[in-house]
Nanobody, 114 residues
């Protein structure tokens, strides 16, 4: 069984930065992609990175957030700069492996105060 554990969330003032981490453990097959979703009224994809390093971002975070992955550590990171109140939400990590198995973390709360 694969477990994803997120860390790095918290409370920050607008304009501040946070770095989220998500580490996969257990019987981990090779990764196809990892990413971060934000749960607000709806769940939306914030950023995604493939095993080859290709990245995708929702328009609202382009130029402010950077996703990266350390394959050796089975860990994905999300560096969030110039945070805005609308970035507030629960950030969920997900992992897709080469066998098309999807796994989700429990989520980490990010709160940006104005």
């Amino acid at each position: 069984q694969v477990r994803l554990v997120e860390s790095g969330g918290g409370l920050v003032q607008a304009g501040g930065s946070l770095r989220l981490s998500c580490a996969a453990s257990g019987k981990v097959f090779s990764v196809s992609a990892m990413g971060w979703y934000r749960q607000g009224k709806q769940r939306e994809l914030v950023a995604r990175i493939s095993s080859g390093g290709s990245t995708n971002y929702v328009d609202s975070v382009k130029g402010r957030f950077t996703i990266s992955m350390d394959n050796a550590k089975n860990t994905v990171y999300l560096q969030m700069n110039s945070l805005k109140p609308e970035d507030t939400g629960v950030y969920l990590c997900y992992r897709l492996d080469v066998l098309s198995h999807e796994y989700w973390g429990q989520g980490t709360q990010v709160t940006v105060s104005s």
